[in-house]
């Protein structure tokens, strides 16, 4: 019958697409016995991930490996996408899951076991952070309050210098935060006043509710919005943000660069994210996924994380940039969570918070 | 019986029906069954777990669907009355630079929503720049398009001598218009407000940029639940009350506007539009400017924002476009960016107007034509967050990787322009007279023949609209497309939105530049066609 032609024209296309797509994958890799072994990895990674690319390139070189990086949406939506495929990947290789969002994956079995050689050479605190020997630390960073410099100046005030303090009269209606449930610098920040007060937090964030916190959608609406030195009509000079935003704001900033920039970091009450990478179990590339990983904490790559993707390299004895080491120290007293913690409580801490703040 | 003894018919005629078009359409629909339904129940088969059918008992659940629809009602019937005196202006007269004034109309509609949302929000003072009104404001600003091409398009089909007979025997322009233009362009009207009412009840960027609680969307929750839960099951229930509340309001209006549907009195070959005399001149400068002046003041923003530096004028990030993070992977040179876009573009135009068209024409031509329409409309209610994890969980690995081949980017894009590809053709086609046909294969037109005497005109200009709508709506897609992103050579959008999610001046500043050469490119995009299309007329 014609109508089954028709169906049937359509599977030879699919099927000629399928084959098509196979032939030229980047999972379907050609190695002859005669030619030097060439294997090429599929990195999935979030949006914010970048590389010199004269650093990826030498990579590639040394090791034979071709490396397809893909970048997944956001960090959420990346790990979402990997639990979903577990055990028959879309990629070999993982970077960009947190240590919010890792105890999900790891309980979903997405990645395969993997030692790295260059575990031993991370800073000390995090050589231990594996998740049971499946993922490894690449970089960290904080979540902290920033501060406007310039408004401060201007009002001829102190900003705060603690958590507590902005629950105090002096600092109403001045602070903007990100929507927990939806935004992960949100989640960070709400994750930072648990570890500090415990059970009290309700009553933390009541007393912020009162002293007239703003609570946005997203990093954007707050930044660029909300805060007073984002660019936008904003009126509050304290939002939640990322402890190297005043190492972005003189990189970011027109030349000549300024010599400080406008914001600075209130160091209390800062929110440790750790960023890991893990060979996708059900990888095809197993060994030259675990390349990947070592690429990723070896001492070129690390030493070009700052600039790249502004936060702090994993690795220890990695020389920061002059611009982070001036105006970026990272937190002396990070607050954090056990993840075991975070996987068990997410969903009600975060629709607690939404009844204390009248946004269930 | 001759082809020419049935009676004429106001409503729309079930015509000659032809086994062909089907077998087409039931293609084309395959290809949405492939690429829509396939990714988001492989989703749903994967992630469903009964538990997460608790969030349909929650009251939270209930009170984001009565906001959507409240918001969503608000912004059509807003975007409606802002955008249909333009539409009628440039429809009915012709007007000097009215290319220019359609292509500035498209321009915010193909732009990505989170800049729009950054434009208004720079816009508005900061009292109103964010919460309800805000998030309206932008969906009628992105959502004029919709109407000025939609309906505009049937709209420049109607015979003006209807209305002049009308206005002889002594009807009022609002008498008019209401008895004669209206019924009319009704099929095209409930098109357009189906559309945008879907648009805007699963808004997610603007809502993201602008929103506050009073602005909550299932697409909100379905982000959180992807974003920041990795509630997959949850995100798979939301996914499919989207779908199913928003598909029945889509089908709803493809059922009305089949019924509404008729032969429109079509303006005969020659003489062009009139020139707007005495007062109308002054009606139509009104409309004109009010006009654009909704749709420069956010544009002008931006172009603003491209040029500011920490309160004074800069052009350092005009200047530093194609060296702002040079050498690393996250961004390519604008160029390269454009030209990734555009070929990402060419594909998808092509794929959206031949299944477009392909459904256009088996929903006005076969018996279960409501259904082929309704269906066409369905990636809209489609929610953009499952549909993309859903195309990498079935399309993105082994057995079926197609992501190497390219083409699975420009997928995503031609499933968003489809249901405005058809919402152009539908209308158009349906005005045509079916008797048309009939005529040609009475004067012994073999049937494609036939096909093409009849419908050709309609279907070369309608389609040209489509053509140019889908080329412009995939250089500015920023949805489920963002799932499948190359590092390497990414698209404008997917670099706009990348500046946009860090700080500095020389993010948001080379974000707005960026967007102001989106906007430029797609209101090239849309003039280009427009002249092509008034060579062939002549």
């Known amino acids: ?360 | 019986m001759t082809v020419l003894d049935e009676p004429v018919r106001t409503t729309a005629a079930p015509p000659a029906r032809s086994k062909r078009k089907v077998r087409w359409s039931a293609a084309a629909l395959l290809f949405l069954v492939a690429f829509l339904l396939v990714p988001l129940l492989a989703v749903v088969a994967k992630s469903f777990n009964a538990s997460s059918l608790a969030i349909l008992t929650q009251s939270a659940t209930w009170r984001t669907v009565f906001l959507a629809a409240l918001q969503g009602c608000v912004s059509t019937a807003l975007t409606l009355l802002v955008a249909l005196p333009v539409t009628g202006v440039l429809a009915r007269f012709r007007v000097r630079g009215g290319g220019v004034v359609k292509a500035l109309v498209t321009v915010p509609f193909v732009l990505p929503t989170v800049v729009i949302g950054l434009a208004v929000q720079q816009l508005l003072p900061v009292r109103w720049n964010s919460g309800f009104g805000a998030v309206v404001f932008a969906h009628v600003l992105l959502n004029m398009a919709v109407v000025v091409w939609l309906v505009g398009t049937l709209w420049e089909q109607l015979d003006p001598r209807l209305d002049m007979v009308a206005a002889s025997l002594g009807a009022g322009p609002f008498v008019r218009f209401r008895t004669t233009t209206v019924p009319q362009l009704r099929p095209a009207l409930f098109a357009a407000a189906a559309l945008v009412f879907a648009y805007t009840t699963t808004s997610l960027g603007v809502v993201l940029v602008l929103g506050t609680t009073s602005t909550p969307t299932l697409e909100l929750d379905i982000f959180r639940r992807t974003g920041i839960l990795v509630d997959l099951s949850g995100a798979s229930v939301v996914a499919l009350l989207q779908l199913l509340l928003v598909g029945t309001v889509l089908g709803g209006a493809a059922y009305l506007q089949s019924r509404t549907s008729q032969q429109v009195l079509r303006r005969t070959a020659a003489p062009a539009k009139p020139r707007p005399r005495g007062a109308q001149r002054v009606g139509v400068a009104v409309v004109v400017s009010v006009t654009l002046l909704i749709v420069l003041a956010p544009l002008a923003a931006l172009l603003v924002r491209s040029l500011r530096d920490n309160g004074s004028w800069t052009t350092s990030w005009w200047s530093g476009l194609s060296s702002l993070d040079r050498g690393t992977t996250r961004l390519a040179s604008p160029i390269a960016a454009l030209s990734v876009s555009a070929r990402t573009a060419v594909l998808a135009a092509v794929m959206a107007v031949s299944v477009g068209a392909t459904l256009a024409i088996g929903a006005i031509r076969s018996r279960s034509g409501r259904v082929i329409a309704a269906a066409g409309l369905l990636p809209l209610a489609v929610s953009a967050a499952t549909l993309g994890l859903g195309t990498l969980l079935v399309f993105g690995r082994p057995p079926l990787d197609l992501r190497s081949t390219g083409l699975l980017v420009s997928v995503a894009h031609a499933l968003v322009a489809v249901p405005v590809v058809l919402g152009a053709m539908v209308p158009a086609l349906r005005s045509v007279d079916t008797r048309l046909q009939r005529v040609a294969a009475g004067l012994g037109a073999r049937p494609v023949r036939a096909f093409i005497t009849a419908y050709g005109t309609v279907l070369i200009r309608a389609g040209a609209a489509a053509a140019a709508l889908a080329f412009a709506i995939s250089l500015g897609e920023f949805g489920a497309a963002s799932f499948l992103g190359r590092s390497g050579t990414p698209t404008l959008p997917v670099q706009i939105g990348r500046l946009l999610n860090r700080p500095g001046e020389a993010s948001v500043g080379t974000a707005a530049a960026l967007a102001i050469v989106l906007a430029v490119a797609t209101a090239g995009v849309v003039l280009i066609v427009e002249q092509l299309m008034r060579v062939r007329r002549r």
Not at chain 1, 34 to 57: G, N
Not at chain 1, 96 to 119: C, R, T
Not at chain 1, 208 to 236: H, P
Request: charged share 10%; with cysteine; aromatic share 8%.
């Open chain 1, 1 to 360: 019958m014609a109508r089954s032609r028709v169906f049937a024209a359509a599977l030879l296309l699919v099927s000629a697409a399928t084959l098509a797509g196979c032939s030229s994958g980047p999972t379907a890799a050609v190695s002859s016995s005669h030619a030097p072994q060439t294997v090429t990895v599929t990195l999935l990674t979030h949006d914010s991930f970048a590389v010199d690319k004269r650093l990826l390139t030498t990579f590639e070189k040394q090791s034979g490996i071709t490396v397809d990086i893909q970048s997944v949406g956001d960090a959420g939506q990346l790990v979402s996408s990997a639990v979903l495929a577990a055990g028959a990947p879309s990629g070999d290789v993982l970077f960009g899951v947190d240590n919010s969002l890792a105890p999900k994956a790891v309980a979903a079995q997405v990645f395969s076991p993997y030692a790295s050689p260059n575990l031993h050479n991370l800073v000390a605190p995090l050589q231990a952070n594996t998740f049971g020997g499946v993922l490894t630390p690449v970089d960290y960073g904080d979540v902290c309050v920033v501060v406007d410099k310039t408004w401060f100046a201007a009002h001829h005030a102190v900003p705060p210098s603690t958590l507590s303090d902005l629950t105090k009269p002096a600092f109403a209606n001045l602070l903007v935060v990100e929507d927990p449930a939806l935004s992960s610098p949100g989640t960070a920040f709400l994750y930072a006043t648990i570890a500090r007060y415990g059970s009290a937090w309700k009553q933390y964030w009541t007393r912020l509710r009162n002293n007239g916190v703003q609570v946005a959608n997203s990093w954007t609406q707050a930044y660029s919005g909300d805060f007073t030195a984002g660019g936008g009509k904003g009126s509050r000079p304290l939002v939640v943000s990322y402890g190297t935003d005043a190492a972005a704001d003189i990189v970011y900033a027109s030349n000549p660069k300024p010599s400080t920039p406008r914001v600075a970091v209130m160091h209390d009450g800062c929110y440790r994210q750790i960023e890991y990478a893990g060979v996708l179990r059900g990888t095809a590339h197993p060994a030259a996924a675990g390349k990947v990983v070592d690429w990723l904490t070896s001492q070129s790559f690390q030493a070009g994380v700052p600039m790249a993707m502004f936060v702090y390299p994993a690795r220890s004895g990695v020389a920061l940039p002059s611009v982070f080491t001036k105006w970026a120290p990272q937190a002396t007293h990070p607050l954090q969570l056990p993840p075991a913690t975070v996987a068990a409580n997410e969903t009600s801490w975060l629709s607690d918070w939404g009844s204390v703040m009248g946004r269930a």
